[in-house]
């Protein structure tokens, strides 16, 4: 039931930025945390950045912090990743998922993603090329 199409990705150099898209359908999504993980070549799935059903309280990997912001439209059930500064590392297939459980939120589970999240739509490809 639940459904995330991902689009947006591209090619992009270092230094320049991307904007992702997540279109999400078969549940209620204002009530669900929705979370952006990524897969790089030869690496596994890396938790990116989490938002809160309500679009309050965000959450980052490190390693992103001050690029990337996360951000969501309730009324057109699409959750977004704005990336800027993009660098070579940041090269991967990025998916977006819903939380399983409603209204909630845990740093826990960007450990254990594939437990935690579903919906796993068939990413986007961002690749980083200097």
């Known amino acids: ?7 947006g990705g591209g090619l992009a150099q270092p230094g320049e930025s991307l ?6 359908s078969g549940f209620i999504f204002r009530d669900y945390t929705m979370t952006w ?6 690496k596994g799935l890396e ?4 938002i809160y ?27 977004y990743l704005q990336m ?5 590392e940041d090269t991967a ?18 450990d254990a993603l594939q437990d935690s999240y579903e919906g796993w739509g068939q990413g986007t490809q961002v690749t980083v090329s200097g």
């Not at 039931?1 to 689009?7: A, C, D, I, M």
């Not at 904007?19 to 999400?24: Q, Y």
């Open 37 to 42: 993980a990524r897969q790089a070549p030869g």
């Open 53 to 79: 059903g309500d679009g309050e309280d965000t959450w980052y990997q490190e390693s992103v912090k001050g690029r990337f912001i996360i951000s969501r439209d309730n009324d057109k059930n699409t959750v």
């Open 19 to 24: 904007r992702l898209s997540c279109a999400a």
């Open 84 to 88: 800027n500064s993009l660098q070579v």
């Open 93 to 110: 297939l990025y998916f977006c998922g819903k939380l399983q459980w409603p209204h909630h939120y845990s740093s826990a589970y960007a």
């Open 47 to 50: 938790w990116v950045a989490s």
């Open 1 to 7: 039931q639940v459904q995330l199409v991902e689009s």
